[in-house]
């Protein structure tokens, strides 16, 4: 089975791969990078993990990093510390792409060079790891093994020459500045970083990383009889292709690269993630979004990216995203998170269609940001609830309104809403 996110990310993956890990034997990251913040509560003590699967902390689960997952040695030292606490198996994928500094001194210097074409990144330096993927250059995780490795995926295909080329350019734009936060970003951003530094910022990860090097594809097939789960990062609406492009993550999101990059290509469970409202981080359309009561959820919610700590934009359930997103992630099922941040309200806005301001439903002819532009809510009400559902383990615990809420959103999605998500801690969810 695979874990999804069903809306802009953010929506408490990592808090339900952790719930369901505890019935797999392999648990496998197939995407993304350290721009995820998936958070766990265990016993109330919170963790957020930005590259190794959330099943960490299980003592005992084996933990894959699969190829398409583009590496940050310094957080995956750090969480590999986590994990050997814990007593959590981890494999590395000798094939997955490395962010090195200059990847995210990239990412930074374009986010301050765009003016208006902010696209909003966490600046972890992965949508230039992943071009540095596209065009067959650049070190991987088995380069970091020894000087000799690094020096050659170094000066392969002109990396490092064209890599701060573009640093130089960017970094030139910077002289004039006259507000010094841009400043100091323009110059700390701007460094140079000779073969040789570079090269040693690499291997000094070696012995750490050695040991947990192996092919994550054969692993996997030579699984036989163990149970799988597959983590996603970001969300479908983020995604590179099917997302509202250019607002995008660097990476495709959905449950299909997980057959391409791990072997994978029958999968008996896609379970979607979303939360009872919509929040985003950084630029992009976002019909639902409510300036009204934004605030309200971004506090009640404690939406600030676990990456970044950036405030997220915050809006009501959209149900017309959410089934294009079920659509392009092929979801049968669905975990609805954060029901226990609506409680109090009296009534509960929920999004069933689209209007160009004519009041008229009509449907987008794509959903990036072109072919979203313009569009607005419909919503229907709902009656909201007052009790603490908290302490809800099941469904039939569940107060009526917050059932009507689910049923809603199944009902028009076609898709079967089989968890709910009413607290942080990992035990906190009401399963169907």
């Given at each position: 089975?695979?874990?999804?996110?069903?809306?802009?990310?953010?929506?408490?993956?990592?808090?339900?791969?952790?719930?369901?890990?505890?019935?797999?034997?392999?648990?496998?990251?197939?995407?993304?990078?350290?721009?995820?913040?998936?958070?766990?509560?265990?016993?109330?003590?919170?963790?957020?993990?930005?590259?190794?699967?959330?099943?960490?902390?299980r003592p005992g689960k084996t933990n894959v990093v699969g190829p398409y997952v583009v590496v940050d040695p310094e957080v995956l030292v750090a969480e590999l510390a986590i994990a050997r606490k814990i007593g959590a198996t981890v494999i590395l994928d000798p094939r997955c792409q490395v962010v090195t500094p200059l990847h995210r001194q990239i990412d930074v210097l374009r986010e301050l060079t765009n003016g208006t074409g902010v696209i909003g990144t966490t600046g972890k330096g992965i949508g230039p790891a992943y071009e540095d993927l596209a065009a067959r250059r650049g070190?991987?995780?088995?380069?970091?093994?020894?000087?000799?490795?690094?020096?050659?995926?170094?000066?392969?295909?002109?990396?490092?020459?064209?890599?701060?080329?573009?640093?130089?350019?960017?970094?030139?734009?910077?002289?004039?500045?006259?507000?010094?936060?841009?400043?100091?970003?323009?110059?700390?951003?701007?460094?140079?970083?000779?073969?040789?530094?570079?090269?040693?910022?690499?291997?000094?990860?070696?012995?750490?990383?050695?040991?947990?090097?192996?092919?994550?594809?054969?692993?996997?097939?030579?699984?036989?009889?163990?149970?799988?789960?597959?983590?996603?990062?970001?969300?479908?609406?983020?995604?590179?292709?099917?997302?509202?492009?250019?607002?995008?993550?660097?990476?495709?999101?959905?449950?299909?690269?997980?057959?391409?990059?791990?072997?994978?290509?029958?999968?008996?469970?896609?379970?979607?993630?979303?939360?009872?409202?919509?929040?985003?981080?950084?630029?992009?359309?976002?019909?639902?979004?409510?300036?009204?009561?934004?605030?309200?959820?971004?506090?009640?919610?404690?939406?600030?990216?676990?990456?970044?700590?950036?405030?997220?934009?915050?809006?009501?359930?959209?149900?017309?995203?959410?089934?294009?997103?079920?659509?392009?992630?092929?979801?049968?099922?669905?975990?609805?998170?954060?029901?226990?941040?609506?409680?109090?309200?009296?009534?509960?806005?929920?999004?069933?269609?689209?209007?160009?301001?004519?009041?008229?439903?009509?449907?987008?002819?794509?959903?990036?940001?072109?072919?979203?532009?313009?569009?607005?809510?419909?919503?229907?009400?709902?009656?909201?609830?007052?009790?603490?559902?908290?302490?809800?383990?099941?469904?039939?615990?569940?107060?009526?309104?917050?059932?009507?809420?689910?049923?809603?959103?199944?009902?028009?999605?076609?898709?079967?809403?089989?968890?709910?998500?009413?607290?942080?801690?990992?035990?906190?969810?009401?399963?169907?």
């Amino acid at each position: 089975m695979a874990v999804v996110g069903a809306q802009w990310g953010d929506e408490g993956k990592g808090k339900i791969v952790d719930a369901l890990a505890a019935d797999a034997d392999i648990i496998a990251r197939y995407g993304g990078g350290a721009n995820a913040g998936h958070t766990i509560w265990v016993d109330g003590k919170k963790t957020v993990l930005h590259l190794l699967p959330s099943s960490i902390l299980r003592p005992g689960k084996t933990n894959v990093v699969g190829p398409y997952v583009v590496v940050d040695p310094e957080v995956l030292v750090a969480e590999l510390a986590i994990a050997r606490k814990i007593g959590a198996t981890v494999i590395l994928d000798p094939r997955c792409q490395v962010v090195t500094p200059l990847h995210r001194q990239i990412d930074v210097l374009r986010e301050l060079t765009n003016g208006t074409g902010v696209i909003g990144t966490t600046g972890k330096g992965i949508g230039p790891a992943y071009e540095d993927l596209a065009a067959r250059r650049g070190p991987k995780l088995r380069d970091l093994l020894s000087t000799r490795r690094m020096f050659r995926a170094l000066r392969d295909r002109h990396f490092l020459e064209e890599r701060m080329l573009l640093i130089r350019t960017y970094a030139a734009q910077g002289k004039d500045e006259t507000d010094p936060i841009r400043w100091r970003l323009f110059a700390e951003n701007g460094r140079d970083w000779p073969e040789l530094e570079l090269s040693g910022w690499g291997v000094q990860h070696a012995e750490t990383i050695a040991p947990h090097l192996k092919d994550a594809a054969g692993l996997i097939d030579a699984a036989d009889g163990k149970t799988l789960l597959f983590e996603g990062a970001q969300g479908i609406m983020l995604g590179m292709v099917a997302g509202t492009q250019p607002y995008v993550t660097a990476s495709l999101t959905g449950p299909g690269a997980i057959g391409e990059t791990l072997g994978v290509h029958r999968l008996d469970r896609v379970i979607g993630v979303a939360k009872a409202y919509v929040t985003r981080v950084g630029g992009g359309p976002f019909p639902t979004e409510t300036p009204e009561k934004g605030d309200w959820l971004r506090e009640r919610g404690a939406e600030y990216g676990a990456t970044t700590g950036r405030p997220r934009r915050c809006g009501w359930l959209d149900l017309v995203a959410l089934r294009y997103a079920c659509r392009m992630g092929g979801i049968t099922e669905l975990v609805i998170t954060k029901l226990d941040v609506l409680r109090g309200l009296a009534e509960i806005p929920l999004c069933r269609a689209y209007h160009r301001g004519d009041g008229a439903p009509c449907v987008p002819e794509g959903f990036d940001a072109e072919g979203l532009d313009g569009f607005q809510p419909i919503y229907e009400t709902l009656p909201g609830w007052s009790e603490d559902i908290s302490g809800c383990r099941s469904w039939d615990d569940l107060p009526e309104n917050v059932r009507t809420f689910l049923n809603l959103v199944s009902l028009q999605l076609g898709v079967p809403v089989t968890g709910a998500s009413v607290g942080p801690e990992r035990e906190q969810i009401a399963w169907r």
